[in-house]
């Protein structure tokens, strides 16, 4: 077995930087996606969601970068072109969402998709020993789940 620099198998961190670079891609949309609808939302409830918006958006970036910089930190490069990322795109892609409920509902459908993602990753950094990848996407999932507890709450729905 081949170990990389951090001590982990070259061929699973090849594979789980695959596998975040298709992370990485669907990000960057859900991050487009909050810009879109924080951009365009109208309505009564326009200022407390514009405000929401931005703050998913502003932790979307920031995961956008932690994401990229764990692919380098694997040995690998992150995709950092739309048409790299059009290609890996899974989760909905919001155009002219300007109204409340459908803003809502489209960002609990991209988390849902990101979700998938990042279980199998996290099932993968678990056979390859990578407590860091491990960590990272353990915490995004956690902080996911709430965010769409906390969407389908405002929707009036159930998880």
Same mark, same amino acid.
């Given at each position: 077995?081949?170990?990389?620099?951090?001590?982990?198998?070259?061929?699973?961190?090849?594979?789980?930087?695959?596998?975040?670079?298709?992370?990485?891609?669907?990000?960057?949309?859900?991050?487009?996606?909050?810009?879109?609808?924080?951009?365009?939302?109208?309505?009564?409830?326009?200022?407390?969601?514009?405000?929401?918006? /931005?703050?998913?958006?502003?932790?979307?970036?920031?995961?956008?970068?932690?994401?990229?910089?764990?692919?380098?930190?694997?040995?690998?490069?992150?995709?950092?072109?739309?048409?790299?990322?059009?290609?890996?795109?899974?989760?909905?892609?919001?155009?002219?969402?300007?109204?409340? /409920?459908?803003?809502?509902?489209?960002?609990?459908?991209?988390?849902?998709?990101?979700?998938?993602?990042?279980?199998?990753?996290? /099932?993968?950094?678990?056979?390859?020993?990578?407590?860091?990848?491990?960590?990272?996407?353990?915490?995004?999932?956690?902080?996911?789940?709430?965010?769409?507890?906390?969407?389908?709450?405002?929707?009036?729905?159930?998880?």
């Amino acid at each position: 077995m081949n170990l990389n620099s951090i001590g982990l198998d070259q061929n699973k961190t090849r594979e789980l930087a695959k596998d975040l670079n298709d992370l990485l891609a669907n990000f960057q949309i859900y991050y487009q996606n909050l810009r879109g609808i924080h951009w365009n939302i109208k309505g009564k409830r326009f200022f407390d969601l514009h405000v929401k918006f /931005e703050e998913l958006y502003t932790d979307a970036n920031l995961k956008v970068d932690e994401i990229a910089e764990r692919i380098l930190t694997l040995g690998e490069t992150p995709l950092h072109t739309f048409e790299d990322y059009s290609k890996l795109v899974k989760i909905p892609v919001g155009k002219n969402v300007s109204q409340d /409920e459908k803003a809502v509902c489209l960002i609990v459908d991209s988390l849902a998709g990101l979700l998938q993602i990042e279980r199998k990753i996290l /099932e993968k950094s678990g056979d390859a020993n990578d407590e860091g990848t491990n960590s990272m996407m353990s915490d995004f999932i956690t902080e996911q789940e709430k965010t769409v507890w906390m969407m389908k709450a405002w929707l009036g729905e159930t998880v």
